[in-house]
C-alpha cells in the first residue's frame, strides 16, 4: 500500500467515512482495530468540538454548552478540519446551523455565527495600514469616483436581513443586558482591528453593499450607488466616516493608479 493510500484510508476510518482508494491492508486494519485507535479518534474529535465552542463562543452563550457541543459533535463529523491549526476551524459552522433542524426555532442563530466568525477572521488577519481621510482628500474630486478602495485585511462585515443579529451578538459580546424594546429587525455588524484588538460596531445596510462592492473591485462611484441601492437616502458622508473612523478600508499602494 502506498503511504498516500495508507493516509486516506487512515483519515477515512478516523472519521467513520468510506475509503475512496483502495481497500485498507492488513497493516493499516491492525491500527484502526486497536484499542488505542478508538481513544485518538475521541480525543481528535473533542479537540475539534472544544476549537469550535472557542470559535464560537457566542452562539454557545445563547444555546448552552450542551446543545453547542451536540452540534458541534455533529459539525466535526461531516466537515472534519482541513488545516492542522484548529484557531482557523469552522468555517462552515453558520451555514450548517443554518441548516440544522434542531435551530429552526432560533432562526438568527446562523447570523450570530457569523459574527463569531468575523471576530476569528478579523483576530487572525494580517496588518496592513488603513486608509486615512487625508488621503481621500488629497485626491483629485474629477476623478474620485474612479478609485479604487479595499476593505483592510482585517475587515469583516455582516448584515442580516431579518434578525437583529448583530445587537444580540454584541449584547453577548460585551457582557450586558439586551433592551427590552429591541426592535426584531435585520441588523449589521462591523469588526475591525486598529491598535492590534478586534473592534466592533453598528453597520447599516448600506454600510455592507458598501463594503461588498469595494471588495468585489468596483470602483468609489458604483460602490456609493450600491449603498443606495440597499439603502435609498443613505447619508454617504456619515457612513465614510464611520468607515474611515473604524479603519476598515486599506490604505492603497504607494504605486496604485485608478484604471
Known amino acids: ?21 483502495a481497500p485498507a491492508d492488513a497493516a493499516l486494519s491492525n491500527v ?47 466537515h472534519p478540519p482541513q488545516d492542522a491549526r484548529l484557531t482557523h476551524y469552522g468555517d462552515g459552522f453558520a451555514a450548517f446551523l443554518n441548516q440544522f433542524w434542531p435551530a429552526a426555532e432560533l432562526p438568527y442563530l446562523a447570523d450570530v455565527a457569523q459574527l463569531d466568525r468575523c471576530w476569528t477572521e478579523s483576530h487572525l488577519a494580517a496588518d496592513a495600514d488603513a486608509l486615512d481621510a487625508t488621503w481621500l482628500a488629497a485626491q483629485d474630486t474629477s476623478t474620485l ?21 448583530f445587537a444580540l451578538w454584541q449584547a453577548h459580546r460585551e457582557g450586558v443586558a439586551l433592551p427590552a424594546d429591541i426592535a ?18 453598528a453597520l447599516p445596510a448600506a454600510g455592507a ?43 492603497p499602494s504607494p504605486r496604485l493608479e485608478n484604471p
Not at 503511504?3 to 477515512?12: M, P, T
Not at 486497536?34 to 469550535?52: E, M, Q, S, W
Request: with cysteine.
Open 1 to 21: 500500500m502506498r503511504l498516500s493510500d495508507f493516509q486516506n484510508g487512515f483519515a477515512a476510518a478516523l472519521w467513520r467515512t468510506p475509503p475512496s482508494s
Open 32 to 78: 484502526v482495530q486497536h484499542p488505542a485507535f478508538a481513544v485518538y479518534r475521541n480525543t481528535v474529535t473533542k479537540g475539534c468540538i472544544d476549537a469550535l465552542q472557542a470559535n464560537y463562543p457566542t452562539v454557545c452563550a445563547l444555546v448552552g454548552e450542551a446543545w453547542f457541543r451536540a452540534a458541534a459533535h455533529l459539525h466535526a463529523q461531516a
Open 145 to 165: 469616483a474612479t478609485v479604487t478602495l479595499r476593505p483592510h485585511p482585517a475587515t469583516r462585515w455582516h448584515h442580516s436581513t431579518a434578525h437583529p443579529a
Open 184 to 201: 426584531w429587525q435585520g441588523d449589521g455588524g462591523l469588526l475591525t482591528r486598529p491598535q492590534g484588538a478586534v473592534q466592533w460596531t
Open 209 to 251: 453593499a458598501f463594503l461588498n462592492a469595494c471588495a468585489n473591485g468596483d470602483r468609489l462611484e458604483a460602490a456609493a450607488l450600491a449603498a443606495l441601492a440597499a439603502e435609498p437616502g443613505a447619508d454617504l458622508g456619515s457612513l465614510m466616516g464611520l468607515l474611515l473612523h473604524a479603519g476598515a478600508l486599506a490604505a
